[in-house]
């Protein structure tokens, strides 16, 4: 991340980041980048990271790990890839990955997300059942 991050410093210096705890502290450290600081993954920081991308604060995902190498906090990460899935935020878990999408001529202006097709109302998301619910209360 660090190598990555030394590459693109000009480019990241003009966007707000956020990180967890370790990564974030060695960004600010490293490349005299401002970071946002979460707490350490492991700790709860995935899953801050998460919420901001619920939230809409969070327009890009750089995220990356070894999938050779077993997680220690596997289900935080699966449930960080799987929030910026359904929030239809882009995700970079290689270098080539986030090359594309940081150089990309989108990452410079505003860009509206098309909404997701996992959160709009369908019958598989609870649709039907909020409707029967509606109407056996009546």
């Given at each position: 991340?660090?190598?990555?991050?030394?590459?693109?410093?000009?480019?990241?210096?003009?966007?707000?980041?956020?990180?967890?705890?370790?990564?974030?502290?060695?960004?600010?450290?490293?490349?005299g980048l401002?970071?946002?600081?979460?707490?350490?993954?492991?700790?709860?920081?995935?899953?801050?990271?998460?919420?901001?991308?619920?939230?809409?604060?969070?327009?890009?995902?750089?995220?990356?790990?070894?999938?050779?190498?077993?997680?220690?906090?596997?289900?935080?990460?699966?449930?960080?890839?799987?929030?910026?899935?359904?929030?239809?935020?882009?995700?970079?878990?290689?270098?080539?990955?986030?090359?594309?999408?940081?150089?990309?001529?989108?990452?410079?202006?505003?860009?509206?997300?098309?909404?997701?097709a996992y959160?709009?109302?369908?019958?598989?998301?609870?649709?039907?059942?909020?409707?029967?619910?509606?109407?056996?209360?009546?």
């Amino acid at each position: 991340m660090l190598e990555w991050a030394r590459f693109n410093s000009e480019t990241l210096a003009a966007h707000e980041l956020h990180a967890t705890g370790t990564t974030g502290a060695l960004l600010a450290h490293e490349l005299g980048l401002t970071v946002e600081r979460f707490l350490s993954g492991p700790l709860g920081g995935d899953q801050q990271v998460g919420a901001a991308i619920a939230e809409g604060r969070i327009d890009f995902l750089v995220f990356f790990w070894d999938p050779l190498e077993p997680q220690p906090h596997d289900v935080d990460v699966k449930a960080l890839l799987r929030i910026a899935v359904v929030c239809n935020v882009p995700t970079a878990c290689n270098r080539a990955t986030a090359d594309f999408v940081l150089s990309s001529p989108l990452t410079g202006e505003e860009y509206q997300r098309p909404i997701s097709a996992y959160l709009e109302p369908t019958p598989q998301h609870g649709t039907h059942a909020t409707t029967a619910r509606s109407a056996s209360a009546r």
